[in-house]
T-cell receptor, first 112, second 119 residues
């Protein structure tokens, strides 16, 4: 069964600190993996899209990594800011289907 | 470029009443999705349109939910009658390519969502 699991479920950090969010998936055959940021009360916004051949992709202070062999991805946030407080959702798609499999998200809270 | 527009942003109704949500995707986007997001969970696909045709509605509770995209542009999602468990955010998304999951297909753009509370 195609599944996407994220950890931790929630995370609290202090402003300026780094953090790493994890995403494990069982989707096969793999097509691409996306990370979305969802502010409270808003729609998800894409941060990165990674295909099978990409190991790392950065978007400002956000860096996503992908290990297609172990079926794991991480999202690293550097020098966190208060505006990083949001839910981060990992989404994986399979090569032979239109379906996107969503994780349940990690809720990040950044405190001053 | 204008984003995905949704309305209303908030709606409070009593159980057994009906409600309708509207979505206008990004201009030119062929594919439109409706997702249901219950608090603390990831979005769950309700229905996917390709132009004005339905691609996937396997998870749409068809006894009470209906959706249409008659002219292949904007779309309406209706719930009738509503149940308490329908309380959620209803997200509309669109993509330019026919297969949002396909290799090389880019972005899925979401609207701000319509938050439904059923009392």
């Amino acid at each position: 069964k195609n599944q996407v699991e994220q950890s931790p479920q929630s995370l609290i950090i202090l402003e300026g600190k780094n953090c790493t969010l994890q995403c494990n998936y069982t989707v096969s055959p793999f097509s691409n993996l996306r990370w979305y940021k969802q502010d409270t009360g808003r729609g998800p916004v894409s941060l990165t899209i990674m295909t099978f051949s990409e190991n790392t992709k950065s978007n400002g202070r956000y860096t996503a990594t992908l290990d297609a062999d172990t079926k794991q991805s991480s999202l690293h946030i550097t020098a966190s800011q208060l505006s990083d407080s949001a839910s981060y959702i990992c989404v994986v798609s399979a090569r032979n289907t239109d379906k996107l499999i969503f994780g349940t998200g990690t809720r990040l809270q950044v405190f001053p | 470029e204008a984003g995905v527009a949704q309305s209303p942003r908030y709606k409070i109704i009593e159980k057994r009443q009906s409600v309708a949500f509207w979505c206008n995707p990004i201009s030119g986007h062929a594919t439109l999705y409706w997702y249901q997001q219950i608090l603390g969970q990831g979005p769950k696909l309700l229905i996917q349109f390709q132009n004005n045709g339905v691609v996937d509605d396997s998870q749409l509770p068809k006894d009470r939910f209906s959706a249409e995209r008659l002219k292949g542009v904007d779309s309406t999602l209706k719930i009738q009658p509503a149940k308490l468990e329908d309380s959620a955010v209803y997200l509309c998304a669109s993509s330019a390519r026919g297969r949002a999951g396909a290799l090389g297909t880019g972005e899925l753009f979401f609207g701000e969502g319509s938050r439904l509370t059923v009392l």
